[in-house]
């Protein structure tokens, strides 16, 4: 699992290098290279501790995680207009809402596995929506969509697995569908017109369908075999916009073609199968649920992330995990598999 | 079931009392989310496939041909218009230059800058802010190019020179010369780092322009229009293969304000050469007629980039011509105070409207001696001789029979010690001293003995010119205080707060500012020969008595003087408070006010017949009278 996740990293750092070069953030690949160690570090820190000892915490990890995330609120920086940075020293900057995603992971384990039916009844659909409703309400507000709805995901995952009744989910669905038009309102401005412009990218070929039109360009322009490392126009003559972050994808794409695609694809269902291995083998259902929460989490990511390069999703801020530029997302993806890992360690328990 | 097992579970591995261990439990579950995981990747790779293998060849052509050029045709501000739509604030026709981010070259930035007399760091600066931006995005260098900058750029601007360098046609703001209002109008600069970073100006870019002071910024957004932009795609040889789209400039809404731009003029005639303020507010609806604060300043110098001296200049100047006094000048109201002070006493009862005191130049109150600003004393004072003649002893008496929690109660009342709210940036309250506020602020229990001071307008109290005439704007509508403004926005007046006041007691006091002027008291120089203009003066100290002996006849210690009248009394349609700093004494300041309100009447008189147009050209920047006028020819 490490193997399969080192390698795309270093997919990563490799089109991080190959898209900044001769640019300011030229330094980026390495800054990346030295959160990878950060990660792995952190990874192992995480599958040392027995899980259960984490599961007992997570009161206190969801107490920790709402009080950060409120103080981004309260005395965050606003960069490019939300708030979603805590400044710490040396000019690093810490996003709370990646740690939440771990805790979140955490908090639907524990309270899944404590329950004493396999059915869930309103009771615990609701207590399990307010626990997550809390946080995912403090991201939404910074404004941060997309982690909002990772949250979101890793809730519905775990619901799923808790055994919703299917008359439950039924409402919950149609809730969601009347409550949907009335959360239009509330979306801010630009996240509206990204999602208009989803609709119809030619909307507004030079605001928000612009990164949509460049992406799908620079994936197109790839071909099968790709244009070469460091060749590819799209990327190196900065026509995609942030081609080391949210679209390292589309750089990759161009660069590598429809083979590189595949090559990674590969890699990404291999790591994920094996979670979903350890989800199997776990020794209890906390550790399985664990397992899947962090699998799930990570199909969501790839899901949003790559099929909006293609234009098959909305634009939104979510990273690509272990490839997309970035300290807080690597931190909290090795973070996750060294939860995996930690169950993986306990199965010999069983 | 015994104690015992139930203990050996608790020594088992930590917490595994709430944990299940039926492993199979979610096996169906996986099995569908490894389903779904493979429908996810299958939906992916459909994509991909799409793109690149069924339409590579369509995509290869866009990339290759992938030579956006961007270019934005900006949208004129609105103007800022008179009551009368007489134009105040106008743009005029110039050239800005912008590099094109989709072809710049970092060598080129230096020459270029070299070429325009620009600080290279600074243009370079200015690139890299842009970094994180959408190439489309082009960078704005110079506003108003001149005729030899002009020349630089047609000859630099080709393929195989500067191909980054773009001419623009803008709208470039125009301000009348001299200062004229410009405390009124505020300017528009270059939004700064600090700002952009704000969700306010979220939407903003490096180098735009936006509202930086007073109308300005307070109607920002509606006076921004929205920038449009033309696309085009060039080949790699620059030449235009396809227009891609052209997104209109839609213009910002013209801004129409109550001002009155002849009572305007006259009113910074009045001023001219004088540090100060005057308002004129129409006191049934709130609406602002004349907003003047002197020393201005020339806002066409902040227009884009303002030059470092002169920002130094204006920002070490003594005179403070940044310091917008009308709204933010925070100083004793002096002798002014005493109309409310008087209101206060007869309102509480403190005092009737027989109360008489004897003035012989003084009297000693806790042991110290107050002089009476007459030096022989003003003989038998009574309420109406008190106000118009301004005798200091009669309202030391006043003052400490009303206490000095009622006076900070009426001073509260007509608007005092808080905000007016008017629809202006950088608004300051002023003092309103009472004991709770004196607790407040130093700890310390009040002493009768400064009441004597605050009951003439000194110690602690302190106003802004705004307050002033917002204070009278309502007690001369009776009660009722109209929200001031100077947008026209086309909405009803708003009433921000009402009193109810005894209208004998209102009536003495009014008749009392009748006698300032009308009757051989302190505000004579006010008095106009048909229309009733009554008034007050005030003479406020900046120090103590003390103090000022050791600084005497140095200018910036002189006594403020101060008038604020209205007109007529019967029929009150205008209210006019002037501050003229440094000023010696009340009637000083009273022809200010005179001037305002005649030009008031005169131009109501006139009305019958249509007014001339007035020579507005005369405001404007001399060599360019018109907004049509060909841009490039501006003397610097």
Same mark, same amino acid.
């Given at each position: !699992?490490?193997?399969?996740?080192?390698?795309?990293?270093?997919?990563?750092?490799?089109?991080?290098?190959?898209?900044?070069?001769?640019?300011?953030?030229?330094?980026?690949?390495?800054?990346?290279?030295?959160?990878?160690?950060?990660?792995?570090?952190?990874?192992?820190?995480?599958?040392?501790?027995?899980?259960?000892?984490?599961?007992?915490?997570?009161?206190?990890?969801?107490?920790?995680?709402?009080?950060?995330?409120?103080?981004?609120?309260?005395?965050?920086?606003?960069?490019?207009?939300?708030?979603?940075?805590?400044?710490?020293?040396?000019?690093?900057?810490?996003?709370?809402?990646?740690?939440?995603?771990?805790?979140?992971?955490?908090?639907?384990?524990?309270?899944?596995? $404590?329950?004493?039916?396999?059915?869930?009844?309103?009771?615990?659909?609701?207590?399990?929506?307010?626990?997550?409703?809390?946080?995912?309400?403090?991201?939404?507000?910074?404004?941060?969509?997309?982690?909002?709805?990772?949250?979101?995901?890793?809730?519905?995952?775990?619901?799923?697995?808790?055994?919703?009744?299917?008359?439950?989910? #039924?409402?919950?669905?149609?809730?969601?569908?009347?409550?949907?038009?009335?959360?239009?309102?509330?979306?801010?401005?630009?996240?509206?017109?990204? #999602?208009?412009?989803?609709?119809?990218?030619?909307?507004?070929?030079? @605001?928000?369908?612009?990164?949509?039109?460049?992406?799908?360009?620079?994936?197109?322009?790839?071909?099968?075999?790709?244009?070469?490392?460091?060749?590819?126009?799209?990327?190196?003559?900065?026509?995609?916009?942030?081609?080391?972050?949210?679209?390292?994808?589309?750089?990759?794409? $161009?660069?590598?073609?429809?083979?590189?695609?595949?090559?990674?694809?590969?890699?990404?269902?291999?790591?994920?199968?094996?979670?979903?291995?350890?989800?199997?083998?776990?020794?209890?259902?906390?550790?399985?649920?664990?397992?899947?929460?962090?699998?799930?989490?990570?199909?969501?990511?790839?899901?949003?992330?790559?099929?909006?390069?293609?234009?098959? !999703?909305?634009?939104? @801020?979510?990273?690509?995990?272990?490839?997309?530029?970035?300290?807080?997302?690597?931190?909290?993806?090795?973070?996750?598999?060294?939860?995996?890992?930690?169950?993986?360690?306990?199965?010999?328990?069983? | 079931?015994? +104690?015992?097992?139930?203990?050996?579970?608790?020594?088992?591995?930590?917490?595994?009392?709430?944990?299940?261990?039926?492993?199979?439990?979610?096996?169906?579950?996986?099995?569908?989310?490894?389903?779904?995981?493979?429908?996810?990747?299958?939906?992916? %790779?459909?994509?991909?496939?799409?793109?690149?293998?069924?339409?590579?060849?369509?995509?290869?052509?866009?990339?290759?041909?992938?030579?956006?050029?961007?270019?934005?045709?900006?949208?004129?501000?609105?103007?800022?218009?008179?009551?009368?739509?007489?134009?105040?604030?106008?743009?005029?026709?110039?050239?800005?230059?912008? %590099?094109?981010?989709?072809? /710049?070259?970092?060598?080129?930035?230096?020459?270029?800058?070299?070429?325009?007399?620009?600080?290279?760091?600074?243009?370079?600066?200015?690139?890299?802010?842009?970094?994180?931006?959408?190439?489309?995005?082009?960078?704005?260098?110079?506003?108003?190019?001149?005729? &030899?900058?002009?020349?630089?750029?047609?000859?630099?601007?080709?393929?195989?020179?500067?191909?980054?360098?773009?001419?623009?046609?803008?709208?470039?703001?125009?301000?009348?010369?001299?200062?004229?209002?410009?405390?009124?109008?505020?300017?528009?600069?270059?939004?700064?780092?600090?700002?952009?970073?704000?969700?306010?100006?979220?939407?903003?870019?490096?180098?735009? =322009?936006?509202?930086?002071?007073?109308?300005?910024?307070?109607?920002?957004?509606?006076?921004?229009?929205?920038?449009?932009?033309?696309?085009?795609?060039?080949?790699?040889?620059?030449?235009?293969?396809?227009?891609?789209?052209?997104?209109? *400039?839609?213009?910002?809404?013209?801004?129409?304000?109550?001002?009155? /731009?002849?009572?305007?003029?006259?009113?910074?005639?009045?001023?001219?050469?004088?540090?100060?303020?005057?308002?004129?507010?129409?006191?049934?609806?709130?609406?602002?007629?004349?907003?003047?604060?002197?020393?201005?300043?020339?806002?066409?110098?902040?227009?884009?980039?303002?030059?470092?001296?002169?920002?130094?200049?204006?920002?070490?100047?003594?005179?403070?011509? =940044?310091?917008?006094?009308?709204?933010?000048?925070?100083?004793?109201?002096?002798?002014?105070?005493?109309?409310?002070?008087?209101?206060? &006493?007869?309102?509480?009862?403190?005092?009737?409207?027989?109360?008489?005191?004897?003035?012989?130049?003084? *009297?000693?109150?806790?042991?110290?001696?107050?002089?009476?600003?007459?030096?022989?004393?003003?003989?038998?004072?009574?309420?109406?001789?008190?106000?118009?003649? +301004?005798?200091?002893?009669?309202?030391?008496?006043?003052?400490?029979?009303?206490?000095?929690?009622?006076?900070?109660?009426? &001073?509260?009342?007509?608007?005092?010690?808080?905000?007016?709210?008017?629809?202006?940036?950088?608004?300051?309250?002023?003092?309103?001293?009472?004991?709770?506020?004196?607790?407040?602020?130093?700890?310390?229990?009040?002493?009768?003995?400064?009441?004597?001071?605050?009951?003439?307008?000194?110690?602690?109290?302190?106003?802004?010119?705004?307050?002033?005439?917002?204070?009278?704007?309502? =007690?001369?509508?009776?009660?009722?205080?109209?929200?001031?403004?100077?947008?026209?926005?086309?909405?009803?007046?708003?009433?921000?707060?009402?009193?109810?006041?005894?209208?004998?007691?209102?009536?003495?006091?009014?008749?009392?500012?009748?006698?300032?002027?009308?009757?051989?008291?302190?505000? *004579?120089?006010?008095?106009?020969?048909?229309?009733? =203009?009554?008034?007050?003066?005030?003479?406020?100290?900046?120090?103590?008595?003390?103090?000022?002996?050791?600084?005497?006849?140095?200018?910036?210690?002189?006594?403020?003087?101060?008038?604020?009248?209205?007109?007529?009394?019967?029929?009150?349609?205008?209210?006019?408070?002037?501050?003229?700093?440094?000023?010696?004494?009340?009637?000083?300041?009273?022809?200010?006010?005179?001037?305002?309100?005649?030009?008031?009447?005169?131009?109501?008189?006139?009305?019958?017949?249509?007014?001339?147009?007035?020579?507005?050209?005369?405001?404007?920047?001399?060599?360019?009278?018109?907004?049509? *006028?060909?841009?490039?020819?501006?003397?610097?």
């Amino acid at each position: !699992m490490l193997l399969v996740a080192l390698a795309i990293c270093a997919l990563g750092i490799l089109q991080i290098y190959s898209a900044t070069h001769g640019t300011p953030s030229r330094n980026a690949w390495m800054k990346q290279t030295v959160w990878l160690g950060g990660g792995l570090f952190l990874m192992w820190l995480l599958a040392r501790v027995d899980y259960h000892n984490l599961l007992s915490q997570v009161p206190v990890l969801y107490g920790t995680t709402l009080g950060l995330l409120t103080l981004t609120l309260a005395a965050g920086n606003y960069i490019w207009g939300s708030k979603r940075w805590i400044p710490l020293f040396f000019g690093f900057r810490f996003q709370p809402a990646e740690l939440g995603k771990l805790v979140i992971v955490l908090l639907v384990a524990r309270y899944l596995s $404590e329950l004493r039916s396999d059915r869930l009844e309103w009771g615990d659909l609701l207590k399990l929506g307010v626990l997550v409703g809390i946080p995912a309400g403090l991201v939404l507000a910074e404004p941060d969509l997309g982690t909002t709805l990772t949250y979101v995901s890793i809730l519905a995952i775990g619901i799923f697995f808790g055994g919703v009744r299917w008359r439950h989910a #039924l409402v919950i669905l149609l809730i969601a569908v009347v409550l949907l038009p009335c959360g239009w309102f509330l979306l801010k401005d630009y996240q509206k017109t990204r #999602l208009l412009t989803f609709l119809d990218p030619m909307r507004d070929p030079t @605001g928000s369908g612009y990164q949509v039109i460049q992406s799908k360009i620079a994936v197109g322009a790839g071909g099968m075999w790709g244009k070469g490392v460091a060749r590819g126009s799209q990327t190196q003559l900065r026509f995609l916009p942030v081609a080391y972050t949210d679209f390292v994808i589309s750089a990759f794409a $161009e660069e590598h073609g429809f083979v590189g695609i595949l090559v990674l694809f590969g890699l990404y269902f291999l790591l994920l199968m094996q979670i979903v291995q350890n989800a199997q083998r776990a020794p209890d259902r906390a550790g399985m649920l664990i397992c899947m929460g962090v699998s799930s989490l990570l199909l969501f990511h790839l899901l949003v992330n790559a099929g909006m390069a293609v234009g098959r !999703m909305p634009t939104t @801020g979510i990273p690509l995990p272990l490839m997309s530029y970035g300290g807080s997302s690597m931190m909290s993806v090795f973070a996750m598999l060294g939860l995996v890992n930690n169950v993986r360690l306990r199965r010999s328990v069983a | 079931m015994s +104690s015992i097992p139930e203990d050996r579970e608790h020594e088992a591995p930590k917490v595994s009392h709430f944990l299940r261990n039926d492993t199979y439990y979610g096996a169906v579950q996986i099995a569908i989310f490894q389903y779904v995981s493979v429908a996810v990747f299958v939906f992916l %790779l459909a994509g991909y496939w799409d793109l690149q293998v069924r339409n590579e060849s369509l995509y290869n052509t866009k990339a290759l041909q992938n030579q956006i050029k961007s270019l934005p045709m900006p949208a004129p501000r609105g103007r800022i218009l008179d009551r009368e739509g007489r134009v105040i604030v106008d743009n005029h026709a110039s050239y800005r230059l912008v %590099l094109s981010r989709e072809n /710049l070259r970092e060598e080129h930035v230096e020459p270029i800058a070299r070429g325009l007399d620009l600080d290279a760091d600074d243009l370079e600066a200015l690139v890299r802010r842009f970094d994180r931006r959408p190439s489309y995005y082009t960078i704005p260098i110079k506003e108003e190019l001149t005729a &030899a900058e002009l020349a630089f750029v047609e000859a630099h601007r080709n393929a195989q020179m500067f191909p980054e360098m773009e001419l623009i046609k803008s709208q470039f703001r125009l301000y009348p010369q001299d200062g004229f209002a410009s405390h009124l109008s505020g300017y528009v600069g270059e939004i700064s780092d600090a700002e952009l970073n704000s969700p306010e100006w979220a939407s903003h870019s490096p180098g735009d =322009l936006i509202g930086k002071m007073g109308v300005e910024r307070y109607n920002n957004e509606s006076l921004t229009g929205i920038d449009g932009q033309r696309q085009v795609r060039v080949d790699n040889r620059m030449n235009t293969r396809e227009v891609l789209g052209v997104k209109p *400039a839609v213009a910002g809404k013209d801004l129409r304000l109550t001002i009155d /731009l002849d009572l305007q003029t006259v009113a910074e005639l009045a001023m001219e050469g004088r540090k100060g303020a005057v308002v004129a507010i129409v006191p049934a609806t709130g609406e602002v007629l004349a907003f003047v604060s002197t020393p201005g300043y020339d806002p066409n110098h902040f227009v884009g980039r303002i030059k470092p001296q002169e920002w130094k200049a204006l920002t070490e100047d003594p005179h403070k011509p =940044l310091f917008n006094r009308a709204l933010q000048s925070q100083l004793a109201p002096g002798s002014t105070f005493k109309p409310i002070v008087a209101l206060a &006493a007869l309102e509480s009862g403190a005092i009737d409207e027989n109360f008489s005191v004897h003035c012989n130049g003084g *009297a000693t109150f806790f042991g110290r001696y107050f002089k009476c600003h007459k030096k022989g004393g003003h003989g038998t004072v009574s309420l109406h001789k008190g106000l118009a003649q +301004s005798c200091d002893v009669y309202f030391y008496n006043v003052g400490l029979r009303a206490g000095i929690d009622t006076i900070a109660k009426y &001073a509260e009342m007509v608007g005092y010690g808080r905000k007016t709210g008017i629809d202006l940036p950088g608004e300051k309250e002023g003092v309103v001293p009472s004991s709770a506020w004196k607790i407040r602020t130093f700890r310390e229990k009040w002493y009768e003995g400064e009441t004597v001071s605050v009951a003439i307008g000194q110690g602690a109290t302190t106003v802004t010119p705004l307050q002033m005439a917002y204070a009278y704007s309502g =007690l001369v509508n009776k009660g009722v205080w109209m929200r001031p403004h100077v947008v026209d926005d086309g909405r009803k007046p708003q009433v921000d707060h009402t009193a109810v006041i005894n209208p004998a007691n209102l009536g003495k006091v009014l008749d009392g500012m009748c006698g300032v002027v009308n009757e051989g008291g302190t505000g *004579a120089a006010a008095r106009l020969p048909d229309i009733v =203009l009554c008034g007050k003066t005030g003479s406020a100290q900046r120090a103590s008595n003390d103090f000022l002996k050791t600084k005497q006849g140095e200018e910036e210690f002189k006594d403020d003087a101060w008038f604020v009248g209205f007109a007529s009394r019967d029929n009150p349609e205008i209210v006019v408070a002037a501050l003229f700093e440094n000023g010696v004494h009340g009637n000083f300041a009273a022809p200010i006010v005179r001037d305002v309100v005649k030009a008031y009447y005169d131009k109501k008189s006139r009305q019958k017949q249509p007014a001339p147009a007035p020579n507005l050209a005369a405001w404007l920047t001399p060599g360019k009278p018109a907004p049509a *006028a060909e841009p490039g020819t501006r003397p610097r």
